[in-house]
T-cell receptor
């Protein structure tokens, strides 16, 4: 089983719909992140959380919200989806205090807003 | 200003040749870490190699090595004896100081030719 699981893997929806992307992890990491990837732009940070009571905005948080329901779960919501939110979304985790440890990524969610 | 710059949007390399993927970074923090990730066409993010700012030696992991030139603020990835399976997008990323956010470059798409 994957250490970082994203659901759904693919989603097509219409403009104006509310969408939730979910992420769960079995790595026991405190820190969780949401990124979006667009062609030619790399990965950009949307929100991140260092523990259950901690939520921080990233580079591009407008139009998104998050919820850290438990240490293992971090969900991303698009309250009213718009076409320019069509992208590949990644959840990632990392362990506190280990500088040389990379972030561990889920397999991504391909989201298309029509 | 970009913190991570990857100047090669795309590269074509003959199989079995060595490849160097360029990455320059910008930080005033003396403590930082540099990462390289591989993203094959299937989309997942695969961690390749890490270099810490205080590491005395260049990092190596199998066929991957990191040419770390601190004064030039460059952290180029070298892939020796390239294989067809190395065809992918490659991202350079940086973590600054105690901040656990990781900033990504825009990536280089590598094509290995048979």
């Amino acid at each position: 089983d994957a250490d970082v699981t994203q659901t759904p893997r693919n989603r097509i929806t219409k403009t104006g719909k509310r969408i939730m992307l979910e992420c769960s992890q079995t790595k026991g990491h405190d820190r969780m992140y949401w990124y979006r990837q667009d062609p030619g732009l790399g990965l950009r940070l949307i929100y991140y959380s260092f523990d259950v009571k901690d939520i921080n905005k990233g580079e591009i948080s407008d139009g998104y919200s998050v919820s850290r329901q438990a240490q293992a779960k971090f969900s991303l919501s698009l309250e009213s989806a718009i076409p320019n939110q069509t992208a590949l979304y990644f959840c990632a985790t990392s362990d506190r205090g280990f500088d040389n440890q990379p972030q561990h990524f889920g397999d991504g969610t391909r989201l298309s807003i029509l | 200003a970009q913190k991570i710059t990857q100047t090669q949007p795309g590269m074509f390399v003959q199989e079995k040749e060595a490849v160097t993927l360029d990455c320059t970074y910008d930080t005033s923090d003396p403590s930082y870490g540099l990462f390289w990730y591989k993203q094959p066409s299937s989309g997942e993010m695969i961690f390749l190699i890490y270099q810490g700012s205080y590491d005395q030696q260049n990092a190596t992991e199998g066929r991957y090595s990191l040419n770390f030139q601190k004064a030039r603020k460059s952290a180029n990835l070298v892939i020796s004896a390239s294989q067809l399976g190395d065809s992918a997008m490659y991202f350079c990323a940086m973590r600054e100081g105690q901040d656990d956010k990781i900033i990504f470059g825009k990536g280089t798409r590598l094509h290995i030719l048979p």
